[in-house]
C-alpha cells in the first residue's frame, strides 16, 4: 500500500511539474504578432466576415469551424489579436490535459509521460499555442475525440452494439467525429481510419452504427448550412480545385495525373518524416535543405536530398515496428492512434503539393507517432536493466533536445513580445514586413473606405489595417506563358472588373532571415506591364521605408 501510495504522489508530483514548465515555456514562446504564413490572418478575415456578411459569406477553405469560434470572439470582443491569442494557449493546454487522461492507465507510464512532456515542452506546439492558426483549436479536438474513443472502446466498460443500452454514446462518438472534419477536411481519412479499426477486430456492427451515427450528423450540419448560407456554402470546391491543379497557384498547369500523385506521395515523405519530423524533435538544423530545384534543357525539375530518404526510412520502419508490437502485445490504444495518424498522414502525402512543406500538417500527428515509435523501442529495451537505461537515455536525450530548444527561443522571444505588448506591433518583424504592414494600416488610415488595394499578402493586410478589406494576389494574374508576366489590358480590366483602386508593392524577401535583393515580385510582374505600356494609369500615392520599402500606387483606368 505503501508503495502504491509513493507511486501516485511521484506520478502526480511529474504531472504537475510537466504542466509547470509547459504553460512557462508557453508564456516565454507568446507570440504578439502574426504569422507571416498569413494562414492565421485568413481566419481571422473569415470570422470578421461571418459577423458583418453573415448569410452571405461560408468559408470554404480547409478548417471550417475554426473561423465560426473566431467569429463568435469577434462578437464578443471584435476583431481583438491577444484575446484570439489567449484562447489558443487555452486550447494547448485543454488539448493536452485530454491527450494525457486519454493514454493514462492504458500505456506504460513512461511512454504516457514522454507523450505529455512533447505535448507540453516542444518549441512548435508551443509556437502554436499562441498563434491564431487552426492547429491549437485541432488538436483540442482531436484530443477530446481521442478521450471519449479510448474511454469507450478501452475502458472498463466498453461500448456494444446493442444501441438501446449504448445509443446515447453513439450519438457522442458520431458527433465528435463530424466535428473532427469540420476541425479539418483532411479527417475524412480518420474516419477511413475508425472504420478499418473496427473491421480488422472484425466488430462489424459497431463499423457500420459508427458510420451511421457519423453520417446522421454530417448530413444534419449540410442541410443547416445549406438552410442558413444557401449558394455561399459550396464546400471544398474551391480547395479541391487547388488539391488537384499541379501548381496551386497556377490553374494553367492543368491537373494533376496518377503519376503526379505518386511523386506527391514520395517528395512529402522526403519532407516530412526525412525532414520535419526531426526538426520538430530538435534534432536538425531548420536550414536543412531535403528538395533542390534545378533546371535541366528548360524544365525545372526537383531533386529529393538522399539523406531525408535515408531519415525517413528510419522513421517509418520504428513506426511499423511499434505498430506490429502493439497488435501483437494487443495494445489496442496504440494501435487505432498509430492507425488513425498513419492513415491521416499518408492521405495528407498523396493530396497536398510537395511545395508547402508546413511543419504542422505532420506536428498534430506526432504525440502518436512518438508513442508509437517510444512503444516499439520500449519493447525492443526491456529485456534487462542494461537495456531499460539505454531506452531511458534515449527519452532524456529527445526530451532534453525539445526542452534546449523551446527554453532558447523564448528567451529570445521575451523582449520582442514585450515590445510588442507595450504598443510597439511592427517589433520583430523585418524590415520589408514592417514596412508592408505599415502601409498597409496608413491605406486603412488615409484612403476612402470605398477603395481596394491589391497586394500579395492581403489577410494580414487586413489585420494590420484595422479590419479593412485588400484585393488578394495569390498568382499573377492574366499571365503571359512567354514573359510570365501580365498582359497588362487584360489586368486592368480584370482591376476594374473587381473594382480595385490601388496597388501595394512591397518588397518582402524570399529568404526570411537575410536582405539578399530577391523578392516576392508576383504583384511587380502584374504592376510591371501596366506603368511600361500605360505609365500615365499607375500614380505613386506613398512609400515607407527607404530600404526593402514598400509603395502604393492608384490605378487610373
Not at 452571405?56 to 481583438?80: D, S, V
Not at 462518438?173 to 475508425?194: D, H
Amino acid at each position: 500500500i505503501y508503495q502504491k501510495l509513493r507511486n501516485t504522489l511521484i506520478e502526480k508530483k511529474a504531472f504537475y511539474l510537466v504542466l509547470f514548465v509547459g504553460i512557462a515555456l508557453a508564456l516565454m514562446n507568446f507570440n504578439a504578432r502574426m504569422s507571416e504564413a498569413h494562414d492565421d490572418s485568413l481566419y481571422i478575415e473569415a470570422g470578421y466576415k461571418y459577423v458583418h456578411e453573415f448569410p452571405h459569406y461560408y468559408y470554404t477553405a480547409n478548417a471550417p469551424m475554426y473561423p465560426m469560434f473566431l467569429a463568435l470572439l469577434t462578437l464578443l470582443f471584435g476583431t481583438n489579436l491577444i484575446v484570439f491569442k489567449l484562447f489558443s494557449m487555452l486550447f494547448f493546454i485543454a488539448g493536452g490535459l485530454l491527450y494525457y487522461k486519454a493514454i493514462d492507465k492504458r500505456v506504460p507510464d513512461i511512454l504516457k509521460f514522454f507523450v505529455f512532456t512533447f505535448l507540453f515542452i516542444n518549441h512548435l506546439m508551443l509556437y502554436y499555442s499562441s498563434q491564431t492558426f487552426s492547429e491549437a483549436f485541432y488538436m483540442l479536438v482531436q484530443a477530446t475525440f481521442f478521450y471519449f474513443f479510448c474511454t469507450y472502446n478501452f475502458g472498463e466498460d466498453p461500448i456494444s452494439d446493442d444501441l438501446k443500452k449504448d445509443y446515447k454514446r453513439w450519438l457522442i462518438l458520431g458527433l465528435l467525429m463530424m466535428l473532427l472534419t469540420l476541425a479539418k477536411n483532411i479527417l475524412v481519412f480518420g474516419i477511413a481510419a475508425i472504420a478499418v479499426f473496427y473491421f480488422f477486430r472484425k466488430e462489424y456492427k459497431k463499423l457500420v452504427i459508427a458510420m451511421v451515427s457519423f453520417g446522421i450528423f454530417k448530413a444534419l450540419y449540410e442541410f443547416i448550412i445549406g438552410l442558413v448560407w444557401g449558394d455561399s456554402a459550396i464546400q471544398y470546391k474551391s480547395q479541391m480545385s487547388i488539391l488537384l491543379n499541379k501548381d496551386p497557384y497556377d490553374a494553367t498547369q492543368g491537373q494533376e495525373d496518377i503519376a503526379g500523385f505518386i511523386g506527391r506521395f514520395t517528395d512529402n515523405i522526403g519532407l516530412y518524416l526525412g525532414k520535419r519530423f526531426y526538426q520538430i524533435l530538435g534534432f536538425m538544423d531548420e536550414n536543412f535543405v531535403s528538395r533542390e530545384m534545378m533546371e535541366v534543357n528548360g524544365e525545372v525539375i526537383t531533386k529529393t536530398n538522399p539523406a531525408s530518404i535515408f531519415l525517413a526510412i528510419i522513421v517509418l520502419v520504428l513506426t511499423f515496428f511499434g505498430l506490429y508490437k502493439a497488435i501483437k502485445n494487443k495494445q489496442q490504444i496504440i494501435t487505432f492512434l498509430l492507425l488513425f495518424a498513419g492513415t491521416i498522414s499518408f492521405g495528407t502525402f498523396f493530396v497536398l503539393q510537395a511545395r508547402w512543406d508546413q511543419p504542422r500538417f505532420i506536428m498534430v500527428h506526432m504525440p502518436a507517432l512518438l508513442l508509437g515509435i517510444s512503444y516499439g523501442l520500449y519493447e525492443f529495451f526491456k529485456k534487462d536493466n542494461f537495456n531499460q537505461r539505454v531506452f531511458v537515455a534515449i527519452l532524456l536525450i529527445a526530451t532534453g533536445s525539445m526542452f534546449i530548444s523551446s527554453f532558447r527561443r523564448g528567451v529570445k522571444n521575451i523582449p520582442i513580445v514585450s515590445k510588442n505588448l507595450k504598443g510597439d506591433i511592427y517589433y520583430g518583424y523585418t524590415p520589408d514586413w514592417q514596412n508592408y504592414l505599415k502601409l498597409s494600416a496608413w491605406c486603412a488610415d488615409s484612403l476612402p473606405d470605398n477603395s481596394l488595394i491589391a497586394c500579395r499578402k492581403a489577410p494580414m493586410s487586413f489585420v494590420y489595417g484595422k479590419g479593412k478589406h485588400f484585393y488578394p494576389i495569390y498568382s499573377v494574374i492574366a499571365r503571359d506563358p512567354n514573359s510570365n508576366q501580365s498582359n497588362p489590358d487584360s489586368a486592368l480590366a480584370i482591376f476594374k472588373k473587381n473594382k480595385v483602386t490601388h496597388i501595394l508593392l512591397a518588397n518582402l524577401r524570399i529568404d526570411p532571415t537575410r536582405y539578399t535583393g530577391d523578392i516576392i515580385n508576383t504583384v511587380h510582374n502584374i504592376a510591371i506591364p501596366i506603368a511600361q505600356k500605360y505609365p500615365e494609369k499607375l500614380r505613386l500615392v506613398k512609400t515607407i521605408g527607404e530600404t526593402e520599402e514598400a509603395s502604393l500606387y492608384e490605378i487610373r483606368y
